[in-house]
Every structure is written in C-alpha cells, then in structure tokens.
Antibody, heavy 119, light 109 residues
C-alpha cells in the first residue's frame, strides 16, 4: 500500500491550496480516508475524514467552513481543498486510511506534504 | 474537542517496561472502545501500533499492548528495545470527530 501526498507549498494568508493523495496497492473504493496534520514541533491533529463512498464527511471545528475533503474513486485519489488559509494552518499534512466502524484508526499513512502559510 | 492528556515523557532501560497513560472524558475514551496508539520516529509518518483498545496490527511485536479503564487508556511497551525510542500518540473516536493525545516522548536509557 502506498499513499502519496502532493500539492503542498508556501501560500499567503487568505489564499487557497488543494492537496491530493494518490493511493495504490489497496481497494481504494472500499476505504475511508482521512487527513491529519502536524504543526512544526507539535503533536498530531485530526483534520477531516470521508467515508469510502463519500457519503459522510466530518471536520475538526477549526477548519469547518474553510476546508473540504473529497474523493475520486475512479482515480484512487482523495483531496483536501483548503480556503481562507491562516498562519495556524501551517503544518505537515498526512493522508491516511480511515478504518474501523467510524474511521477511527489509520493503518496506512503517506509521508506528508508541508503547507506553509506566510506573507 | 480538547486533546487527550498524555505525560510529556517516559523512559526505561533496555528490557524494562514502560506504560504511557492517555486521559480523556466520557465523550471520547470513556464512551467508546475505539482507542488507537501510534508510534512516530523523527521526520517519519506515524505508524499504527494498537487499535480498538487492545488489537495489534500484523507485524507489530506483542511487546506492545493496550488497555482501558474508564476515561483512561494505556499503552505498555515490554522488553524495551532501542528502536522503541520515539514519540507515541493515543487517539480516540469522539462521536463524529477523532481526537489525538498530546504525545509522549519515550526514551530508552
């Protein structure tokens, strides 16, 4: 199983960025997927999860209304659209599988992509 | 949701055991049997060590074990080895969200 994130970079506050995560080696359409971030020198923070069929999506309060998680099962890819970015969104963003009855654990993780929000 | 509370650090000599606690509330750890533990080495992605409180993914040594009592979960690493030195994070399902712990740095003396 491989998960490969892309789309990170440096962006000004208030601007947008879209992250992608391409999956291989698994039956992607059967897996829930999630995004987890880690600010420099800090701990892990769950960001969002999407059900295997896209029917349910949940977000951490701090990104609600600004971030959108989506997926294209035909491309084995999950996305994170990030709008109205803030300095506090600066972090390494990991995509991971979301397994269990409620997408409560991730058994496969990507290597992460760094997002830096700075003027 | 507030982060789950973990001790900042823990340590032990090779061969010894170390136990890390993870304290939440009845809205997360106490309300569900969906606690996970992750190991993270510097500059690397997290690795799943325990899920659903006590289950080990294939490939994870049985030196790693999990438990829960009330609003507190625990990870025990028995027979400490040098490669166990890492940061460890707990997480719990919390209704619709997932909440992570504050993280514990384990040092092998």
């Amino acid at each position: 199983v491989q998960l490969a994130e892309s789309g990170g970079g440096v962006v000004q506050p208030g601007r947008s960025l879209r992250l992608s995560c391409a999956a291989s080696g698994l039956s992607f359409r059967s897996y829930g997927m999630q995004w987890v971030r880690q600010a420099p020198g800090r701990g892990l923070e769950w960001v969002a999860v999407i059900w295997y069929d896209g029917s349910k999506k949940y977000y951490v309060d701090s990104v609600k209304g600004r971030f959108t998680i989506s997926r294209e099962n035909s491309k084995n890819t999950v996305y994170l659209q990030m709008n109205s970015l803030r300095a506090e969104d600066t972090a390494v963003y990991y995509c991971a599988t979301a397994r269990g009855s409620y997408g409560d654990y991730g058994d496969h993780w990507g290597q992460g992509t760094l997002v830096t929000v700075s003027s | 949701q507030s982060a789950l509370t973990q001790p900042p650090s823990a340590s032990g000599s090779p061969g010894q055991s170390v136990t890390i606690s993870c304290t939440g509330t009845s809205s997360d750890i106490g309300g569900y049997n969906y606690v996970s533990w992750y190991q993270q080495h510097p500059g690397k992605a997290p690795k799943l060590m325990i899920y659903e409180v006590t289950k080990r993914p294939s490939g994870v040594p049985d030196r790693f074990s999990g438990s829960k009592s009330g609003n507190t979960a625990s990870l025990t690493v028995s027979g400490l080895q040098a490669e166990d030195e890492a940061d460890y994070y707990c997480s719990s399902y919390a209704g619709t969200d997932i909440v992570f712990g504050t993280g514990t740095k384990v040092t092998v003396l």
